[in-house]
T-cell receptor, first 112, second 111 residues
């Protein structure tokens, strides 16, 4: 199984940059996901990393270091609408079920 | 939204009553999942399916059963609801890539 750790809550200012960290321990890594979830809504997919390095997608980037069991989600030019919970999820190599395990999520509050 | 709907969207029931939640998808995805989400616990897998009549247990399967008699529908049943099963339930499918897409959720309250 996996042990996934991310901060419970973060605050940041509109227009700034924020980095949300995720550390994990797994017996067989097979991919890391980031999801965004606004209050009262379903999670929506943001990014997927399986190889080391940075994946950039507009204002959002996700980084992975498999040797360190570490990932971060970088949000640039923060907007008020970025206030949401950000979920880190790690997929294990356990067969073909493709089931990621989710961390508890980081609640990001963006202030004007 | 990957064509996923859940019904009902909200339900209030009493302890000891049976409850069935439905997940319906329109895009012929093979893999379907049921999660529950609670404050302080994040999303936890209850059961999943990898095809018609092929299902398996997740992390928190006690007190829940599932059925998948056709590709488009994945049912989650609480045989005898308890207050600890008060939660928000999300259905998800796995895309042909790596992404999971989630349904809108069902908010269940067990009194």
């Amino acid at each position: 199984g996996q042990n996934i750790d991310q901060p419970t809550e973060m605050t940041a200012t509109e227009g700034a940059i924020v980095q949300i960290n995720c550390t994990y321990q797994t017996s067989g890594f097979n991919g890391l996901f980031w999801y965004q979830q606004h209050a009262g809504e379903a999670p929506t997919f943001l990014s997927y990393n399986v190889l080391d390095g940075l994946e950039e997608k507009g204002r959002f980037s996700s980084f992975l270091s498999r040797s360190k069991g570490y990932s971060y989600l970088l949000l640039k030019e923060l907007q008020m609408k970025d206030s949401a919970s950000y979920l880190c999820a790690v997929r294990d190599e356990g067969g073909g079920s493709y089931i990621p395990t989710f961390g508890r999520g980081t609640s990001l509050i963006v202030h004007p | 939204d990957a064509g996923i709907t859940q019904s009902p969207r909200h339900k209030v029931t009493e302890t000891g009553t049976p409850v069935t939640l439905r997940c319906h998808q329109t895009e012929n995805h093979r893999y379907m999942y049921w999660y529950r989400q609670d404050p302080g616990h994040g999303l936890r897998l209850i059961h999943y399916s990898y095809g018609v009549k092929d299902t398996d247990k997740g992390e928190v399967s006690d007190g829940y059963s599932v059925s998948r008699s056709k590709t488009e529908d994945f049912l989650l049943t609480l045989e005898s609801a308890t207050s600890s099963q008060t939660s928000v339930y999300f259905c998800a499918i796995r895309d042909r890539g790596n992404e999971q897409f989630f349904g809108p959720g069902t908010r269940l309250t067990v009194l």
